[in-house]
C-alpha cells in the first residue's frame, strides 16, 4: 500500500491546505486522497505531529475554497467541459457521472458528494455549469466543507487519543476507509452496466 504518512509530514501545514484544495473543486485533482488523507491527519495530530485545531480551520478553508473556484470555473467554462476530449488529467465519464449524481440529488449533491472520491471533485463544477444559485451552493458547500473535514479528521484524531496503539491500525483503518467511500462508486457503475 501506498505509505501516506512520510508524505503528509513533509507536506506540512501548506502542502495539506494545497492537496485538499485542489482535490476539493479542480478537475485535474480528482485522484488526490480525500478522506484517508483526513484520517490520516487527525491520527498523525493525536501523537503531536500537527496541531489539530489549526488543522481542522486550515483544511475547512481549503475544501470550502476549492469547491467555489470549481463552482467559479464551471460557470465560467460552461457546456464546453461535457465535450472536452479525454486527456491524461479529464475524463468526461467523470463529468457524466458527476453530472448524474448532482440531477438526482439537487442542491444537497453538494453536501453529498464530499463523502464520495471523484464525484467530490466535479459536483461543484456542474453546479456552477448548471447556475445554481451561489447562495445556495455557498450554504451547501459550507456545511458540507466542515462537517467532512470535521468528521474525517475528529475519527483519526479520536481513535490516535483513545486506541494504545493507533498507528498499528492505521493501513487497515485507511484501506476500509477507501473502500467504503468508493462502494457508491462501483454501485453506480454496476447498475449502469445492467441497465444496459
Avoid: C
Avoid at 1 to 29: K, R
Avoid at 166 to 188: G, K, M, W
Amino acid at each position: 500500500m501506498f505509505d501516506l504518512v512520510p508524505h503528509i509530514v513533509s507536506a506540512g501545514y501548506v502542502g495539506l491546505f494545497t492537496v485538499v484544495f485542489v482535490e476539493s473543486g479542480l478537475f485535474f485533482g480528482f485522484f488526490l486522497p480525500g478522506d484517508s488523507l483526513l484520517f490520516t491527519v487527525g491520527l498523525l495530530a493525536s501523537q503531536g505531529v500537527f496541531d489539530i485545531a489549526l488543522m481542522l480551520a486550515l483544511l475547512s478553508v481549503a475544501a470550502v475554497a476549492g469547491d467555489s473556484v470549481g463552482y467559479a470555473f464551471g460557470k465560467r467554462v460552461g457546456q464546453a467541459l461535457f465535450s472536452r476530449p479525454e486527456s491524461r488529467f479529464f475524463k468526461p465519464d467523470h463529468m457524466l457521472r458527476a453530472n448524474k449524481f448532482f440531477t438526482n440529488h439537487g442542491k444537497k449533491s453538494v453536501f453529498l458528494a464530499r463523502f464520495i472520491p471523484i464525484v467530490r471533485t466535479f459536483v461543484p463544477i456542474v453546479a456552477g455549469i448548471a447556475r445554481m444559485p451561489y447562495r445556495d451552493f455557498l450554504f451547501y458547500n459550507m456545511f458540507g466543507g466542515v462537517f467532512w473535514v470535521f468528521s474525517m479528521t475528529l475519527f483519526g484524531y479520536t481513535l490516535g487519543v483513545y486506541v494504545p496503539n493507533a498507528e498499528a491500525y492505521l493501513y487497515p483503518i485507511v484501506a476500509l476507509i477507501v473502500a467504503i467511500s468508493f462502494f457508491p462508486v462501483f454501485f453506480q457503475a454496476a447498475s449502469r452496466r445492467s441497465k444496459k
